[in-house]
């Protein structure tokens, strides 16, 4: 667990040397990264790399980006490596900075696919060696043959942000939790699920399927934004009368009250691991907020209203569905806002303009 030393850092929170590599090879890691990795992905099925085997990789990672040296890790001869969407030079970006890993990370490891995505924290350098600076990772590797062909990595650069994710401890158990076998939902079916979130908020106008779980319930960026406790002294707002949308509200009256009718485009919907075994799903998007006319809309009940940012918006996100009978039942989410209308990097413009679904784990059933 992190130490805060100042009102805006970190401590390490833990020791460099348990990353288990020297520094004495920069010389070496700097020669590898110069050389651009921009190849095509692997796509066959790369089952040989369960869960513990993944969850390692995750830890190799780590330490050879702390070591600031990518020899330290297996990664394949075409490994291609984007962080914020950029294609970079494996040795670049989080390399240079990252001081240490935190505790908090809350994985979906796909073994049938060799992926695995998660939400973590670090910490990076600080203008005070002594001192670290937190920071929110959203991270997907692909693994096939013994070492890591694709390196996708999204940083929210944001203390207090960082902060209140490491203060979580823990993800939540449902997470980790296994679905009964006999009630097991296929590939499909868990991605079809996830992806009536998305359709439901996209222009979202309270009369669409919304399959929530009763105690559905939603963090983003370490923060509960569904069934927030009533403040004391004040009356929680009816989702049927209310002007505004309220986290207060379940994730049924959220999507039921029409009030976010202003998420104009979720877009570039990559699913890239599913948890069958826990029924979980986790999925790339990009929200678009248009602004101007968009911002205008009929309630269910038929009042006007106007809501949204008033300036073109767009979040990046990465977001985790718990999956139970059929319903959605946890929600957790990385979001960071990049330029408007931007794209992951791993997408064709066609493809990230779009809000079909995208199954990029790169496994088929069979």
């Known amino acids: 667990m992190y130490t805060k030393v ?73 490994v291609r490596f984007t962080e914020n969407g950029q294609v970079l030079p494996v040795g670049e ?29 670090v910490v990076e350098d600080h203008a005070d060696p002594a001192q670290g600076t937190p920071a929110l990772v959203a991270l997907r590797l692909k693994v096939a043959d013994g070492r890591i062909t694709e390196i996708e990595q999204i940083l929210e650069r944001n203390v207090m942000t960082a902060q209140r994710v490491e203060a979580l401890g823990s993800p939540r158990a449902a997470f980790s939790t296994p679905i009964p076998a006999a009630e097991r939902m296929s590939r499909a079916d868990l991605i079809t699920t996830a992806n009536k979130y998305f359709s439901g908020m996209q222009r979202n106008d309270g009369k669409g399927d919304y399959p929530f779980h009763p105690r559905c319930d939603r963090i983003e960026n370490g923060g509960r934004s569904t069934n927030v406790p009533t403040p004391t002294g004040q009356t929680r707002p009816d989702p049927k009368t209310a002007t505004g949308y309220s986290g207060q509200w379940s994730c049924r009256e959220q999507f039921e009250s029409g009030l976010l009718y202003f998420v104009s485009r979720i877009r570039d919907r990559r699913y890239v691991a599913v948890d069958e075994e826990n029924g ?87």
């Open 280 to 366: 979980v799903v986790a999925a790339f998007a990009f929200f678009d907020h248009m602004a101007g006319s968009t911002r205008n809309f009929t309630r269910p009940d038929g009042r006007p209203t106007t809501a949204g940012p008033a300036q073109p918006w767009t979040w990046e996100i990465l977001e985790f569905f718990k999956v139970e009978d059929g319903q959605l039942a946890e929600i957790e989410a990385f979001l960071t806002r990049p330029p408007y209308g931007m794209i992951s990097g791993w997408s064709t413009w066609e493809d990230g303009m779009s809000d079909k679904i995208q199954d990029v784990t790169g496994y088929r059933e069979r």
């Open 93 to 121: 970006g989080l390399w240079k900075s990252m001081k240490a890993a935190g505790t908090y990370r809350l994985a979906v490891p796909d073994p049938d696919a060799g992926q695995i995505a998660l939400i973590t924290t």
């Open 6 to 78: 100042t009102a805006g850092a970190l401590a390490l929170g833990i020791a460099l040397t348990a990353a288990g590599v020297s520094r004495t090879a920069q010389a070496q890691s700097n020669e590898v990264a110069a050389t651009p990795r921009v190849a095509t992905t692997t796509t066959s099925r790369a089952g040989s790399c369960n869960r513990a085997c993944l969850e390692g990789f995750v830890d190799r990672y780590f330490a050879a980006v702390i070591a600031d040296d990518p020899s330290a890790v297996p990664l394949a001869p075409n």
